[in-house]
């Protein structure tokens, strides 16, 4: 069903990876006039415990909230893999930075591998930005969502001041991913 | 009789419920002086209690009167001085109602340092429920459930006050109705969170079990143990051990009001809100 | 996020939480006490910014029962007032509820509710405060619990929460949880224009001819807020109706008839519930909050197999809309009822809905919602 999608986005508490799924789901409500429904982990707030946060979009309203068949996932720490790697399709598109997560199901997945936390790291020069780079990475890999969609909807949550960055950090994730793609 | 008691009571909820010789009608009335001393209208006063023989005091006032809980008076109390602190808020409680159900809430309101006036009636025991040891019984001493002496040691309420930030602390008791009036009038007009620990006797329940069944010799005794603060500065601590002592114990003037800091919250948010708007 | 739509809607993406407090505020809630318990504790932190902000008052209290007091205290000058707890707070809650009960100020305790007795699953979801909303206070009183499902009813329910507490003169429970507290889904806020807003009756008789409980013009007693002028007495005890104590067995039972009545005679008015695919339904599901979403998924997917399933949700859980859950249990040859919990609405399904098949249960309490499936499975059991 092309009308249905749901995207995981895990890392470790810190990251600030929630706000990456309220984006997308942003993106798609105001952006596409579609429903989206947005469920963050919820535990005791620790930083550097694994956290995610879902995202459902759809047409329809929609009923469940939970994730059934996740189409995109994104990963950036092995024990957050470790811990949230369930639920996902089979051919499920998985990103993943490399130098934190080493280890995933590369027959069942779509693995793609990306350095986000060294562009980040180098382009940005503020790891705040490592969402925005994220999102980039996702707005390159999939189409279910405009990449203009998700942009605009990170400028519109972006803290203000820090539109401007966060569009820069948002196209050096969407153009290394666009580059992989090529490869 | 000095002041219009008549003004401040329900006429028609008398007679009261205490027993003879109780000393709560004394501090009911010494609190009356002082209401009247203070000027303050029945319209813009609330009294409110929580459990127990003291906790009765509201029903025989007329003015806006809350009988709560057991214990949780004070969290009434803030309520209705946060939500209107333009208006007067006493609270009446008991040694048990206010040190040990209500204990949390006791060194709460010292510490928020809300202007509420609290007076305390110390009778050293559970008087209502039956005559059950309270966080003030002294040791030693005879309790429906101390049937063989007391082994817990008591609060010293007055320090405890002190201790957790009350910014007027004041003791009296019930053989000298004068300077009661005044503690408690100190406290009505001090701006901010007033302890006002009243010695009381409770012969029916304290008194019968410790040699104390006639309200005149344990009135007798409550008031021998007391040595006025002026004296007290006189004396050493041997010389004062055992003694309680009377008087304005603490009052500090300078910490903010607890309402007045949070009118300032408001201030410091609608500005920022306006703020928002203008950019 | 904030975007106007073509209806002039203010279409928001938020929590649930935080669509519970803003919703308060729409309300006129002016007044807040409360203690931090997740997973309720988004609500305080939005109040706590959201309340000065519009002149009204916030105040975290040294424990549940204080912020219980504060808010019943606050009541009585006549604010709307309100507090959110979850699971052992609203345990904690309990004794001054019935206060709440008994001497008829309005308020409304939010319980985002979660899993286990005691500490249990602090983080988790769980409707295990089923039985606790109707039974948790000691005594007999009246209850209203609400229990919404999307964010927009979780909105609606919540305004609705205040003008039913402050209509009726009594505590208002909204039931939400964990998943519901922290879901964000596309929410357009409505208009103000768009729903009413209630406030408790007050006299309309100068001080001196004031009765605090008079019920001669209904069983709601207008309401003096302190400091009008109008001096009365509230008390825990059981009281007549100048509100000074009473122990005359004849006055307690009226006036605690009355205090049910109030509920009884108006289920018009607090009752509310939904249904999808009930009219040939021959398998019943009822469910309520966030399962009933579950449900709603499961009754779909049973009617796509063929199987004529329907759903029954509360929207108010108590009083129980008895009436629906009976037309309900006569067209039906068995009933699933889903619940986070180890059964507890159940009981009352099995108490009303005279269905001739069997009522069962489809359960879970480890923290994790009830998938469709497992509902379905139970719905397939019945055929």
């Not at chain 2, 405890?160 to 005044?182: C, M, N, P």
Request: aromatic share 8%; proline share 5%; net charge neutral.
């Amino acid at each position: 069903m092309s009308d249905h999608y749901e995207a995981r986005f895990a890392a470790v508490g810190g990251q600030g990876i929630l706000l990456a799924g309220d984006i997308i789901a942003v993106a798609a409500i105001t952006f596409e006039g579609l429903y989206a429904v947005d469920s963050p982990t919820y535990t005791a707030q620790v930083r550097g415990g694994p956290t995610k946060v879902d995202v459902i979009i759809d047409s329809k309203r929609i009923e469940f909230t939970r994730t059934t068949a996740i189409d995109f996932m994104l990963c950036l720490a092995q024990h957050s893999w470790d811990r949230f790697g369930f639920d996902l399709k089979d051919n499920c598109i998985v990103l993943i930075d490399p130098s934190l997560v080493h280890k995933v199901d590369e027959e069942r997945y779509r693995v793609y591998r990306l350095p986000i936390i060294e562009i980040t790291k180098k382009k940005m020069r503020k790891m705040v930005y490592t969402s925005a780079v994220s999102l980039g990475a996702m707005a390159g890999l999939t189409s279910f969502l405009k990449h203009e969609s998700i942009k605009k909807a990170l400028r519109k949550k972006a803290p203000r001041g820090t539109e401007e960055p966060n569009m820069k950090a948002f196209d050096y994730g969407f153009n290394a991913a666009r580059e992989l793609l090529k490869t | 009789m000095h002041a219009s008691y008549t003004k401040y009571l329900r006429m028609n909820r008398i007679p009261h419920m205490w027993c003879p010789g109780c000393g709560i009608g004394i501090i009911v009335k010494a609190m009356i002086r002082a209401f009247e001393a203070v000027d303050w209208s029945s319209d813009d006063l609330s009294l409110i209690s929580g459990i127990g023989c003291t906790s009765r005091a509201p029903g025989y006032l007329d003015m806006h009167t809350l009988h709560t809980t057991h214990g949780r008076a004070l969290s009434f109390a803030t309520g209705v001085k946060f939500a209107r602190p333009d208006k007067h808020v006493v609270v009446i409680s008991g040694d048990g109602d206010a040190t040990a159900i209500g204990g949390n809430h006791l060194i709460h309101a010292c510490r928020r340092n809300i202007d509420i006036t609290l007076i305390i009636v110390n009778n050293y025991i559970y008087g209502m429920t039956g005559g059950q040891y309270s966080p003030t019984t002294p040791v030693g001493a005879k309790a429906a459930t101390t049937p063989w002496g007391n082994v817990d040691i008591p609060f010293n309420v007055t320090e405890l006050a002190k201790g957790a930030g009350a910014t007027y602390v004041a003791r009296g008791h019930i053989a000298s109705g004068v300077q009661l009036e005044r503690l408690i009038r100190g406290g009505l007009n001090h701006n901010g969170f007033a302890v006002i620990e009243v010695l009381s006797n409770c012969h029916t329940q304290f008194g019968r079990r410790n040699r104390l069944a006639d309200p005149i010799d344990l009135i007798d005794s409550i008031s021998k143990s007391t040595v006025n603060i002026r004296q007290a500065a006189k004396m050493n601590k041997e010389e004062l051990d055992g003694k309680n002592v009377v008087g304005l114990l603490h009052r500090d003037e300078d910490r903010m009001e607890y309402c007045e800091a949070y009118e300032q919250i408001i201030e410091r948010a609608q500005n920022a809100q306006k703020n928002r708007g203008r950019r | 996020m904030k975007n106007k739509n073509k209806n002039e809607r203010e279409v928001v993406f938020w929590p649930g939480n935080i669509v519970v407090a803003e919703a308060a505020i729409a309300a006129g809630c002016r007044f807040f006490a409360g203690y931090p318990i997740t997973p309720s504790s988004e609500i305080a932190h939005a109040l706590s910014k959201r309340l000065p902000e519009v002149g009204g008052k916030f105040i975290q209290m040294e424990d549940e029962i204080a912020a219980m007091g504060a808010l019943i205290g606050a009541s009585l000058t006549g604010l709307k007032v309100f507090t959110a707890t979850s699971g052992p707070g609203f345990s904690l809650k309990q004794e001054n509820i019935g206060y709440a009960s008994i001497i008829e100020a309005p308020c409304v305790i939010v319980n985002v509710m979660r899993g286990g007795p005691s500490t249990g699953l602090p983080t988790a979801l769980g409707q295990s405060d089923v039985m606790q909303a109707r039974w948790g206070t000691h005594g007999d009183r009246p209850v209203i619990a609400l229990t919404p499902s999307y964010l927009d009813e979780v909105y609606s329910e919540t305004i609705r929460a205040f003008n039913l507490a402050e209509m009726l003169r009594m505590p208002v429970f909204v039931l939400i949880d964990e998943v519901l507290g922290h879901l964000s889904e596309r929410l357009e806020i409505p208009d103000p224009s768009e729903y009413e807003l209630i406030d408790r009756p007050r006299p309309t008789v100068p001080p001196e001819e004031y009765i605090p409980y008079d019920s001669s013009q209904g069983d709601v007693p207008p309401m003096a807020d302190y400091f009008t002028g109008y001096r009365w007495h509230t008390t825990g005890l059981n009281h007549d109706k100048t509100g000074f104590p009473t122990t005359d067995p004849k006055i307690c039972q009226e006036e605690e008839e009355r205090m049910e009545r109030k509920v009884s005679s108006n289920l018009d008015k607090i009752i509310s519930y939904d249904e999808f695919m009930t009219e040939d339904a021959e398998i019943g599901v009822v469910a309520f909050g966030s399962t009933a979403r579950a449900a709603m998924v499961a009754v779909s997917d049973a009617r796509d197999k063929g199987i004529k399933a329907g759903l029954l949700r509360p929207i108010t859980l108590w009083p129980f809309p008895e009436e629906p859950a009976r037309e309900l249990g006569k067209k039906v040859k068995g009933i699933v009822v889903a619940e986070a919990n180890l059964g507890q609405m159940i009981y009352e399904v099995e108490r009303v809905a005279g269905c001739n098949g069997p009522v069962i249960g489809s359960n879970k309490v480890g923290g994790v919602p009830i998938y469709p499936g497992e509902i379905l499975e139970k719905i397939e059991e019945l055929v």
